[in-house]
């Protein structure tokens, strides 16, 4: 069986970056779709940004600021956030789809996820 651990949370003011990272096993992960939702008190958990066969997605919220990447050979998926907000401020999970055919921001989609690094941008 699988998992997914996320790091690099943290504290940061906004304007400022963070990195989160995910680092999966029990998978070749290299071969499926990974994303990246948040949860902010109080609201419904969003996708983010993916990766998978080759496209990114992102909401329109992180577009510019967010990039996701992949490190194969290291089975870990990255976040880098730059340009932070206070909306930004979240619990960031990560998540892998484990059958083919499809990628992109619906939550639905994923099956495996990890138990969420928090993210705090203070103004």
């Known amino acids: 069986q699988g998992g997914l651990v996320e790091s690099g949370g943290g504290s940061v003011q906004a304007g400022g970056s963070l990195r989160l990272s995910c680092s999966a096993s029990?998978?070749?992960?290299?071969?499926?779709?990974m994303g990246w939702f948040r949860q902010a008190p109080g609201k419904q958990r969003e996708g983010i940004a993916a990766s998978g066969y080759g496209s990114t997605y992102y909401a329109d919220s992180v577009k510019g600021r967010f990039t996701i990447s992949r490190d194969n050979a290291k089975n870990t998926v990255y976040l880098l956030m730059n340009s932070l907000k206070p909306e930004d401020a979240a619990m960031y999970y990560c998540?892998?789809?484990?059958?083919?055919?499809?990628?992109?921001?619906?939550?639905?989609?994923?099956?495996?996820w990890g138990q969420g690094t928090q993210v705090t941008v203070s103004s």
């Open positions: 029990g998978y070749t992960y290299s071969r499926l779709c």
């Open positions: 998540a892998a789809r484990l059958y083919p055919g499809y990628c992109g921001l619906d939550q639905a989609r994923f099956g495996s």
